[in-house]
């Protein structure tokens, strides 16, 4: 089952900051994110292991609350090259899925000057 | 490094055709993974490996067939194309068994087209 992104779409203007949430309704072991940039492959940004860590680096960071299957990507002083369409991807504790990774629905980035 | 290798970049068929979608990595990765896009879909899961001969379905599997037999490669087969297979197609992998405990690693996209 895919997590659930929102918002769908952000419009900011360089400067601004943004926060974007993922939920699952499974117990999470793992939470990632990706940010794609049009007619290009995803790239990775981070990843959280389940244990309630924060990471980050720069302008860009995450949380994830494991008692509740979220987590959320912070990005703070907007700068034009964040715009792109951002994808949390999630792995589930337990069972016998070897951590298979599904995604969210991704999330809409602009940054305008 | 090449990373990881998908080929044709663009593919074009007709209804009813089969096509083999190419994958391959040089990172020594055990775990690879096939994603579909589509617009407002997000990466859709079809099927994943976490080694040579092991196999698994991920969310949308139906009409896609697999099959690891390297480390190396992990091509995806359509059987009798469809047009609602029309999509991007991503290609990822990983090192360790489990896609969710490092990072994905994803080739450039192939762009598949059914009339």
């Known amino acids: 089952q895919q997590p659930v992104q929102s918002p769908q779409a952000v419009i900011l203007r360089e400067g601004e900051d943004a926060v974007i949430n993922c939920s699952s309704s499974?117990?999470?072991?793992?939470v990632h994110w990706y940010r794609q940039k049009h007619g290009e492959a995803p790239v990775f940004l981070m990843i959280l292991l389940k244990g309630g860590e924060q990471k980050g680096h720069e302008k860009i960071s995450a949380s994830f609350n494991e008692k509740k299957q979220q987590s959320s990507l912070y990005l703070t002083a907007s700068q034009l090259s964040y715009s792109g369409t951002y994808f949390c991807g999630t792995a589930n504790a337990g069972g016998t899925s070897y951590g298979k990774l599904t995604f969210g629905q991704g999330t809409i980035l602009t940054v305008h000057p | 490094n090449a990373g990881v290798t998908q080929t044709p970049k663009f593919q074009v068929l007709k209804t009813g055709q089969s096509m083999t979608l190419q994958c391959a990595q040089d990172m020594n990765h055990e775990y690879m993974s096939w994603y579909r896009q589509d617009p407002g879909m997000g990466l859709r899961l079809i099927h994943y490996?976490?080694?040579?001969?092991?196999?698994d379905q991920g969310e949308v599997p139906n009409g896609y067939n697999v099959s690891r037999s390297t480390t190396e490669d992990f091509p995806l087969r359509l059987l009798s194309a469809a047009p609602s297979q029309t999509s991007v197609y991503f290609c990822?992998?990983?090192?360790?068994?489990?896609?969710?405990?490092?990072?994905?690693?994803f080739g450039d996209g192939t762009r598949l087209s059914i009339l």
């Open positions: 499974k117990a999470l072991y793992s």
């Open positions: 490996s976490v080694g040579a001969g092991i196999t």
């Open positions: 990822a992998s990983s090192p360790g068994t489990g896609g969710g405990r490092r990072p994905q690693h």
